[in-house]
């Protein structure tokens, strides 16, 4: 009896060292061996082939009134700022959107609403070779008495 118990471990852990160490052989193999994220590819254009480009005049935006995480006592506020020339504005609050143009000169103004506490205010300048850039303005419009 004692030699069949003894027999029956080893068979046993055979088994099982030889089913453990199959599976890991098996995971070894599915892990690539080339690491994917070092491969850098590289393009050949012939210099015969390559045509030069002007360069475009970057989109700028800058808010000259009002202040960034300004207070103010009115609801009603005038955004002025500068552009690239004839350039959409477009003005978004949590509860409304205004849209304007850049004259020649890149210069912009609208009068907006705000809600009660802080507004977040998102200004997007959108040139006429459609590149965009973005600004943010934080106004607090506070009916309290200083």
Do not use: R
């Not at 997007?124 to 106004?139: C, G, K, M």
Request: aromatic content about 6%; charged content about 15%; hydrophobic content about 35%.
């Amino acid at each position: 009896m004692i030699k069949e118990l003894f027999l029956a471990i080893i068979l046993g852990s055979l088994l099982g060292f030889g089913v453990t160490g199959g599976f890991f052989a098996l995971q070894k193999n599915k892990t690539p061996s080339v690491n994917i994220d070092k491969i850098t590819p590289t393009i050949s254009i012939p210099a015969d082939k390559v045509t030069p480009t002007a360069t475009t005049q970057k989109t700028n935006l800058n808010i000259t009134s009002p202040e960034n995480n300004s207070v103010v006592t009115t609801s009603k506020i005038e955004i002025k700022g500068s552009t690239t020339a004839n350039s959409n504005v477009i003005i978004t609050t949590l509860t409304n959107s205004y849209t304007t143009k850049s004259d020649a000169s890149g210069a912009f103004s609208t009068t907006i609403d705000l809600d009660s506490g802080a507004n977040q205010i998102n200004l997007t300048s959108i040139d006429p070779d459609d590149n965009q850039i973005e600004s943010q303005l934080i106004i607090t419009y506070s009916t309290a008495k200083f």
